[in-house]
C-alpha cells in the first residue's frame, strides 16, 4: 500500500460540512447495484453456496444505507452521516493509527487544531466494525450445526454484507475521501477554476452513471482472482481511500474539461472514469467479501 502522505498534513480549519445531498443516493442505486453484483460475480467457489446465490440481495442492500438516509429520520442521519466519508485533509497525523472510531474521535479532539467529528468522518471505522462482524458470523455459521438455526445466521450474514458494500462502494468515490465532496470547498485555494457548484456530487455518482455506465463497463475491469486480505483488512481500507484521494483533481479536471453531462453524448473519458472508480469498490468489496470468510476459518 503506499504510504499516506496526506495524513501528515496539519490539520486543516474547516467550517461545518455542508452536506447537500438533496434526497439523492451517493453512486446512486444503480451504481451501488453494480458494483456489489459485480463483486459478487467474483467471488470463488469456496465461499459457502447460499452467499454466492445471494447477489441480487447483496446488490438491493448495497443502497441500504442511504434508504436510511432518505427517510426523514433526521436524528438517524445525523448520527450515522460521518460513516459515508474521510475528509483525508482534516485527518490529523497519526489519528488513523488508532484501532476503534472512539479512540479515533479523542484523538480529533485532542490535536492541536481540534476537530468535530463531523469535519472529518469515520468511513474506514464503519467499513472496519461491518468487517470484523462479518468475520464473527462466519465463525458462528462453521460452528452452529442445528439445522434450524443456521438459515438465521446466513440471513444475517446477507444482511450484514451487503450493507458493508455500501461503505466500501462509497469509499472507491474521490468526494467520499475529499473535503471538497460536493464541490471545490469555498475556502480552499482553486487556481485552477474547479466547479464550486455543490451539485456535481450528484450529478457524477447519480446521473452520469445512470445514463453513461453499464454493468459491463465495471465487470471488465473486475479481471483476476480475488486478492485475500485476511487479517489485514484494515490496509485494504485505507488504500482504497488513499486511492480515491489520489484522483479528487482528475474528477474535478474532468468535469470542468469533459464534463458530466448526463443528457449528453458518451465521453470516454469520463464514462472510463467512473466506471473504473466503480471497479475499485468492486474489487475491493470482493476481495472482503471472500477475506471474511477465509478469517472466519483461523484463530
Known sequence: MRALLVLSLPLLATGPPTMSWSGSFPWGIRGHEMGARVAAEGLPEDVPIFFRQAGEQLAYLDAEPDRW???????????????????????????????????????????????????????????????????????????????????????????????????????????HASRHHNRWHPDAPNPEGFTTDPGFHAAFERDFVDGHVHPDDVRGRVVGPPRSV??????????????????????????????????????????????????????????????????????
Open 69 to 175: 438516509r432518505d427517510s426523514g429520520a433526521p436524528a438517524m442521519d445525523r448520527a450515522f452521516s460521518p460513516d459515508h466519508y474521510l475528509w483525508m485533509e482534516n485527518v490529523p497525523e497519526g489519528a488513523l493509527g488508532a484501532a476503534d472510531r472512539f479512540t479515533f474521535m479523542d484523538r480529533l479532539r485532542a490535536a492541536a487544531a481540534p476537530h468535530d467529528v463531523r469535519d472529518v468522518g469515520l468511513l474506514p471505522y464503519r467499513v472496519l466494525e461491518l468487517y470484523q462482524r462479518l468475520v464473527a458470523e462466519w465463525r458462528l455459521w462453521r460452528a452452529e450445526s442445528d439445522p434450524d438455526r443456521r438459515p438465521w445466521i446466513e440471513a444475517r450474514i446477507v444482511n450484514d454484507a451487503g450493507v458493508l458494500g455500501h461503505y466500501v462502494m462509497d469509499a472507491a468515490n474521490p468526494h
Open 230 to 299: 485476511a487479517g489485514a483488512a484494515w490496509g485494504t481500507i485505507l488504500g482504497e481511500l488513499q486511492d480515491s484521494h489520489d484522483h479528487v483533481e482528475e474528477l474535478f479536471r474532468l468535469q470542468r474539461d469533459v464534463g458530466f453531462d448526463a443528457g449528453g453524448p458518451t465521453r470516454p473519458e469520463t464514462r472510463d472514469f467512473a466506471a473504473e472508480r466503480i471497479a475499485v469498490g468492486a474489487r475491493a468489496l470482493r476481495d472482503l467479501w471472500w477475506s471474511a470468510w477465509l478469517e472466519s476459518g483461523s484463530r
